[in-house]
Every structure is written in C-alpha cells, then in structure tokens.
C-alpha cells in the first residue's frame, strides 16, 4: 500500500483491480484542487509538499509583470491556471532549468538518466455542464522517477500511475505527445542544460570531446 498525499494531507492509496501496484512506498502525490495544477505538478516533481505554495506561485507571477492590472501568467481570478513561464521561474529558483522538447524529434533521442523529471502539458476543455465551451486552458501533469521506476503523478488521478523503466517512459511519452496539442518540458540541472547531456547526440559529441581531450594531455605529458 504506498502512502499518498492529497492536497497536503496523507492519505492511503486503494488501488483499483486493473492496476498495476506502485512498488515505492511513501509516494506523494497532491490531488487536483481549483486550478492549481502547475502547483500540484512542481509538488508532486518535487515529491513534496512544501515545495511551493500558492504564494509562491502568485509572488513569482507579480514579479513577472509587476505593473500589469491584470496579471497575465495565472486566472483572472487568481484561482491559479499558473503558465509556464511561472513554472520555468519556480524551477529556475530550486537551481533547474527547463525545456521544451521539440516533438518533431522521436523521444528515443533522450538520455533519460540525465533528466530529473519531466512536465507533460495537456489542453483541456472547459464545460458548462455537458457543454463544451469554445476555449481551452492548460493542464500540467509531473512525470518523474522515483526508486526505481517512472511514475505518472496526474493531479487529476486517483493515485500515481506506474510507467515503469526508461523504455516504458519512452513508450509512454511517444503515446502522449502523438495525442493533440500536447507538450513536453524536460527539467534538467544546468550543467545538464548548457551541455545538452539530456540529448543522445550531445552526449556523444561530448564523449567524443572528451576523449580527444585527454589524448592530448597524454600526448602532453609524454
């Protein structure tokens, strides 16, 4: 039975029949409230719940714009729908940075082991009812290992989803981004980003650098 927060306060996790048990005990994982899926998203990337907080998401949204009337990065209402420049800010602030993946490329170029998590961003409807309304908002869903799997942390779930290992992952995120409007945010630490080591190709440019490098200081030292 993994231990589940929800809304910051810990919960148990029941699992339906047809899904496969999560394998890591103590998963947090918040569950969606108002609009605040950006936040639930960075928490549950995070794997805590005092990661941020609604303040610290409307902080970085007034420094953002700090003259506009209306604040364009969250609901008119302040009610949340955080966008992604607030989530770029608030990862930026724990020392990650961020990037979109381009989805003209396969997934399969990633170096999965080099990425701390990852960011799915996926338009939904609004509805009145059973009336869809003619306008979409964005919903942010977190996707990060923990131990030794791959876990969709969905808000909008009952509890964490099990992907499974780096080759599930691949699967998975191939599946998502095939799907509409979707969007990828890898998030990486800046030495991962400013060598782009989350790339297959980077990677092995830097390989191939760094061997070259070291045999000219053997040369060197001959």
Known sequence: MSQISSDNELTHCSHMETREPIPVEGVYHERQMKELCAL??????FQSGTAFTKKDLDE???????NAF?????????LGNYDVNVIMAAL?????????????KDVGVLVVENIMGFILNTPTDYRLGFVRLPFHRKHWIAIR??????????????????IGGPDD?????????????????????????????????SLTLAQHTNHLMNGSDELNNV
Not at 149 to 160: A, E, G, Q
């Open 169 to 201: 992952l691949v699967t998975f995120l191939r599946h998502e981004l095939r799907e509409g409007d979707k969007e990828l945010l890898l998030v990486v630490d800046a030495r991962v980003s400013e060598a782009a080591l989350w790339r297959r190709d």
């Open 145 to 162: 290992k923990v131990g030794d799997f791959f876990l969709n942390l969905d808000s909008k779930l009952d509890s964490p989803e099990m």
């Open 70 to 78: 209306i604040n364009p990065h969250r609901n008119i209402l302040g």
């Open 92 to 104: 930026q602030k724990k020392g990650y940075e961020t990037i979109w993946f381009d989805k003209r």
């Open 40 to 45: 639930h998203a960075l928490n549950n990337l």
């Open 60 to 66: 970085i949204c007034v420094k953002l714009s700090p």
